[in-house]
């Protein structure tokens, strides 16, 4: 099965002119869910797999599915599903979410071009807002295909304009009526790109993910009092900032540490700090902080956080502040299933390609699907590990190689 790459990277570079934006260097795109971008990137999707010969289905929550059924195949089978995305973050890349929306059309145009004869449907999809960047909620439209997310839920959710999805998706003519149900799919595939530099650096043109991070999420307000920079002296202060400091110190000496003697893959981030009033001549009176842990070991994950939460106690028993812990959100790691990796491998060895095991440490919509279906991730490489930026890249040589081995794996689960 030869993967026409001239045709793969005609897709991927007229998907790229959708929401294109200038820049200095490299190439850009926003597309956000409802945009115009966004309706023009779907409605090219939709008239490709048309093209190839798919029946196109769009469901309640803007997911977009082609299917085809090979006359080899039982058309009431459980069918093998592929695909990503084509939303963007604010000026972002060409190949995140793309590569794997349009290497998954190609997959199946190559074995339809083959003389492999399945048994079952191939699935080609697109899922709604896996960034995020619109509504502020990333993998939703997986996360309403699997049941993880009622359907009323996505809908009230808004961006910062009070525009709700479910009026952003009638806008632009893809709030369908179709189902599209991967818990009936006998297994599911996703080509993404690998957003860090473990396959470059290694010189490997293919990585199979067998594990997915979870995240947690958790926020920490630390209550001090504001009051004059220059008339309070030191003695008096319930400085916030400086407490908040002390946690986000403690916040890493933590991960470290659960690095060192649990999880060598865990990693712990206090990346969002809001400072209030945040003026230079006032002690700081509140800091409300957001920390993101991940890991594919979830006692590694707990242990972080139970050592963040001990480090706000300790903060308002040492100082004079006050704090809130909140833990919001949870999402377990996912483990790939052995069947869809071992066919990925297989087919990274048929075609002579080193494949790379590796864990990812980026969620992606399989993370979704991996409690309703068998699934598995690969990654192509990534120039620099670069992403969600005009100079993400990976090469079209790359790209080409990681759709064969997706063909394959994909051929391969079709015909059992």
């Not at 145009?109 to 697109?126: A, G």
């Not at 110190?249 to 700090?273: F, I, M, Q, Y």
């Not at 377990?332 to 494949?355: K, L």
């Amino acid at each position: 099965m030869d993967v026409n790459a001239d045709r793969l990277q005609d897709d991927i570079e007229t998907n790229a002119g959708f929401g294109a934006i200038d820049a200095e260097e490299g190439r850009g795109r926003t597309v956000l869910t409802g945009s115009e971008a966004d309706r023009e990137a779907r409605e090219y999707f939709v008239t490709r797999l048309e093209d190839a010969g798919m029946e196109v289905s769009v469901d309640a929550v803007g997911n977009v599915a082609g299917r085809w059924v090979p006359s080899s195949a039982d058309p009431d089978a459980d069918p093998v599903a592929a695909g990503s995305h084509l939303d963007s973050v604010p000026r972002g890349g060409i190949f995140d979410g793309p590569l794997g929306a349009y290497a998954a059309l190609e997959a199946v145009r190559v074995i339809r071009e083959s003389d492999v004869e399945p048994t079952r449907p191939l699935v080609v999809v697109s899922w709604t807002e896996e960034e995020g960047a619109r509504f502020d909620t990333g993998l939703l439209g997986s996360s309403v295909a699997a049941g993880h997310r009622p359907l009323d839920e996505a809908y009230a959710l808004k961006d910062d304009d009070g525009v709700s999805l479910g009026e952003a998706l009638r806008e632009v003519g893809f709030r369908g009526d179709d189902d599209i149900d991967p818990s009936s799919w006998e297994a599911w595939f996703e080509l993404h790109i690998e957003q860090g530099t473990k396959l470059e650096s290694a010189g490997a043109p293919i990585g199979v993910v067998d594990a997915i991070s979870g995240i947690t999420n958790c926020r920490v307000t630390v209550t001090g009092e504001a009051n004059h920079a220059g008339a309070t002296p030191m003695y008096e202060r319930r400085d916030a900032l400086v407490a908040a400091s002390h946690f986000v110190v403690d916040t890493e000496r933590a991960a470290k540490e659960v690095v060192t003697t649990t999880s060598e893959s865990a990693v712990g981030t206090v990346g969002k700090v809001a400072v209030t009033p945040n003026a230079s001549n006032v002690v700081p009176g509140e800091v409300a902080m957001t920390m993101d842990i991940r890991d594919v070991d979830r006692d590694a994950m707990d242990a972080i956080v139970e050592r963040a939460r001990a480090s706000a106690a300790r903060l308002r028993r040492e100082r004079p502040v006050e704090t809130d812990f909140e833990q919001y959100r949870l999402t377990e790691p996912s483990e790939m299933a052995d069947r869809c990796v071992d066919a990925a491998a297989d087919a990274a060895e048929r075609a002579d390609f080193d494949a790379m095991r590796m864990h990812s440490a980026a969620l992606h919509d399989t993370a979704n699907l991996a409690g309703v279906t068998d699934t598995a991730l690969l990654f192509a490489p990534s120039k620099d590990g670069i992403s969600h930026n005009p100079l993400e890249w990976t090469d079209w040589e790359d790209c080409a190689n990681a759709t064969r081995i997706l063909a394959g794996a994909m051929a391969d689960i079709a015909r059992r």
